[in-house]
């Protein structure tokens, strides 16, 4: 295992990125550019922080997070793979599926444009196998730049087909979720988890006045979370993605949470690109699915 010194000096671009130190001692690549500054933990490959030029953190991290390995860091964008939610037929496996409680390889920093490209990547082994018995390699590939560009690339490296589920789950710092906004969801079916996966159909733009973890299905739209108070919208353009899930753990949902604090859910919402369910992805022996999705911010989010 290479040590965070070696693989600064394999892939650090000095001023521009860099391998630290992280939290509990877990390497991090840093990226201080003019356009952006960001954090990616080698821990499930999970963006942490996101700066672009002239506006405030774009995504929540929660101040009880953990950074642990078997354990996924509270906020950021985890990578959910190969399942989503509990495995329906393993009670047992871990939620949102394997990979992001794990070290991913670090496999490039590169410079692009404005931007820095992080690569990463990792594949089945014995712990993945049992829980999913397929051979996949999974490339995630994080640009960060004005914008935050993001492609999670799954191979069928068996000689079966494998079918799986897949979010990017983006959690959106804002100043007050009670006041948040998400458009490009109206007139959607989706599946109500908070009662019992029931089908309603979204009427207008989705706001949150108690605990919400909606499955939005068939929908490729482009999502924005509009924030009155840090006044900016944070959009999200989606690619090869059929499922939107948006979820806020409102105050129940965070006191059960031992790594978010009890007020902390007022400080995000999550919107994901996903395919999930009846729209996970099914992939013969040797194909490639790319899921994206790209984050920009619209507005201020500089405080008077
Ligand atoms: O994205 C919504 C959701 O599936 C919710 O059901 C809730 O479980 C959330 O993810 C967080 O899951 P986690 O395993 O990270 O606590």
């Not at 908070?194 to 605990?211: C, H, L, P, W, Y």
């Not at 924030?227 to 090869?240: A, S, W, Y």
């Amino acid at each position: 295992m290479a040590t965070i010194t070696d693989l600064n000096e394999r892939f650090g671009i000095p001023g521009i990125a860099e391998v630290v130190t992280g939290e509990n001692g877990l390497a991090m690549v840093r990226v201080t550019t003019q356009a952006a500054a960001a954090e990616i933990y080698l821990h499930g490959a999970q963006v942490t922080s996101w700066k672009p030029a002239a506006t405030e953190e774009v995504l929540f991290l929660s101040a009880k997070s953990r950074f642990e390995d078997g354990k996924a860091i509270r906020g950021g964008i985890p990578i959910c793979f190969p399942w989503f939610r509990g495995k329906i037929d393993a009670p047992k496996a871990p939620a949102h599926g394997v990979v992001r409680t794990r070290e991913w390889t670090l496999t490039g920093i590169t410079r692009e444009g404005d931007g820095v490209v992080v690569t990463f990547e990792t594949e089945s082994d014995d712990a993945s196998r049992k829980w999913y018995p397929h051979e996949f390699r999974a490339e995630y590939r994080v640009r960060a730049g004005m914008e935050l560009n993001l492609s999670l690339i799954v191979t069928n490296t068996g000689s079966d087909t494998m079918r799986f589920e897949e979010a990017l789950h983006t959690y959106h710092r804002v100043g007050d979720a009670e006041q948040v906004r998400v458009k490009g969801l109206d007139g959607t079916v989706y599946l109500d988890n908070m009662d019992g996966n029931r089908e309603k159909r979204q009427s207008a733009e989705v706001i949150f006045t108690a605990q919400t973890d909606n499955a939005y299905l068939d929908t490729t739209e482009m999502l924005e979370v509009v924030d009155p108070v840090l006044r900016r919208r944070i959009r999200t353009e989606k690619r090869n993605s059929r499922t939107t899930v948006v979820w806020n753990p409102w105050k129940e949902g965070a006191k059960a949470l031992a790594d978010l604090g009890d007020d902390e859910w007022r400080e995000f919402v999550c919107a994901e690109a996903s395919n999930i369910m009846e729209y996970a992805v099914e992939l013969a022996p040797g194909e490639e699915h790319v899921m994206g999705a790209v984050l920009s911010v619209q507005g201020s989010a500089i405080r008077d």
